[in-house]
């Protein structure tokens, strides 16, 4: 899209890529791009009345809150009550492994694997011979 954009709004360019082009295949060019053009408006045509329409019903909304006695910040309030995340419960150790010092290291599987059990895996390791 952007190359196409860069030739057809550079005179020079836009010249060159057409020069090998006869006058029917530039005719042709020429009307597939006035049938885009006229879809092209009537599509914004439709989309600023859109938005028109939209407007004058955000207008008729405020203007009916307001003559109620009402602020939209009474609707949209910062103090609305949040959804209580529930904590999750710990994942019971599926791998056991004892490092050359003497420490034990569990891990459940999930989440990023723990230095010793990366050095156990890089060490010809496999998580099947730790599983607990």
């Not at 709004?9 to 295949?25: G, I, P, Q, S, T």
Request: aromatic share 8%; glycine share 4%; charged share 35%.
């Amino acid at each position: 899209m952007n190359e196409f954009y860069d030739i057809a709004r550079n005179k020079n360019r836009f010249r060159a890529a057409c020069k090998d082009l006869n006058v029917k295949e530039l005719k042709n060019m020429s009307n597939l791009l006035a049938t885009f053009i006229e879809t092209r408006l009537l599509e914004e045509a439709n989309l600023l009345e859109k938005k028109a329409k939209k407007d004058a019903e955000k207008k008729a909304i405020l203007l009916a809150i307001t003559e109620a006695g009402l602020k939209p910040e009474d609707f949209f309030s910062q103090n609305s009550p949040k959804k209580e995340q529930k904590a999750r419960k710990p994942v019971a150790p599926q791998y056991r492994i004892t490092d050359a010092q003497g420490i034990q290291h569990q891990w459940s599987g999930r989440g990023r694997t723990p230095k010793a059990f990366d050095h156990y895996f890089s060490n010809g390791g496999s998580k099947d011979s730790c599983r607990i």
